[in-house]
T-cell receptor, first 117, second 119 residues
Framework: AQKVTQAQTEISVVEKEDVTLDCVYETRDTTYYLFWYKQPPSGELVFLIRRNSFDEQNEISGRYSWNFQKSTSSFNFTITASQVVDSAVYFCALRWAPIQGAQKLVFGQGTRLTINP | DTGVSQDPRHKITKRGQNVTFRCDPISEHNRLYWYRQTLGQGPEFLTYFQNEAQLEKSRLLSDRFSAERPKGSFSTLEIQRTEQGDSAMYLC?????????????????FGPGTRLTVL
């Protein structure tokens, strides 16, 4: 079965602190894709990053960075020097094997991040 | 290029009534998805279209739910005889089947959602 676990339900930090959001996934497939989405209070899910199972390189985009480790089935997300605008619910998601009919995303329960000024 | 749009944004209805939601995907995206999100949870997959063909349906999609995408463009999701348990945010997403402007083919882009409240 495919499953995504985000063990941190809520995180609260002070602005400018670094914060890491954890994501652990389960799948038996060798080909799969991992995603992070941000859901601000407005409700719209905003795409942040996509990773395929064959690319374990870490990625950095501005203050955001992602650490993908197949050995621990984790795809963690770090925000450096957090800002109040980073406050949102963040979701990790999994999609497996790009065959017809297998296009759905399986989401974790989300981590609510609050950045306090 | 506009994003995914959904209408209405909010819907309040009484138990037993029928409701219909509309989703307009990003132009040139031929895959369209519906998800449901309840409070404090991640979105859950409901169904998926490629062009006008409905290729996958979740067990969550009971026989009171029906989705269509008649011309392969916009989609509608209808809930008949609504129940209080149907109260949720209904999210629509779309994705292309080829790389467009450098974006991977399977990345799903979401609309703002329709929040349904059943009284």
């Amino acid at each position: 079965a495919q499953k995504v676990t985000q063990a941190q339900t809520e995180i609260s930090v002070v602005e400018k602190e670094d914060v890491t959001l954890d994501c652990v996934y389960e799948t038996r497939d060798t080909t799969y894709y991992l995603f992070w989405y941000k859901q601000p209070p407005s409700g719209e899910l905003v795409f942040l990053i996509r990773r395929n199972s064959f690319d374990e390189q870490n990625e950095i985009s501005g203050r955001y960075s992602w650490n993908f480790q197949k050995s621990t089935s984790s795809f963690n997300f770090t925000i450096t020097a957090s800002q109040v605008v980073d406050s949102a619910v963040y979701f990790c998601a999994l999609r497996w094997a790009p065959i017809q009919g297998a296009q759905k995303l399986v989401f974790g329960q989300g981590t609510r991040l609050t950045i306090n000024p | 290029d506009t994003g995914v749009s959904q209408d209405p944004r909010h819907k309040i209805t009484k138990r037993g009534q029928n409701v219909t939601f509309r989703c307009d995907p990003i132009s040139e995206h031929n895959r369209l998805y519906w998800y449901r999100q309840t409070l404090g949870q991640g979105p859950e997959f409901l169904t998926y279209f490629q062009n006008e063909a409905q290729l996958e349906k979740s067990r969550l999609l009971s026989d009171r739910f029906s989705a269509e995408r008649p011309k392969g463009s916009f989609s509608t999701l209808e809930i008949q005889r609504t129940e209080q348990g149907d109260s949720a945010m209904y999210l629509c997403a779309s994705s292309p089947t080829k790389v467009l402007a450098g974006a991977p083919t399977d990345t799903q882009y979401f609309g703002p959602g329709t929040r349904l409240t059943v009284l």
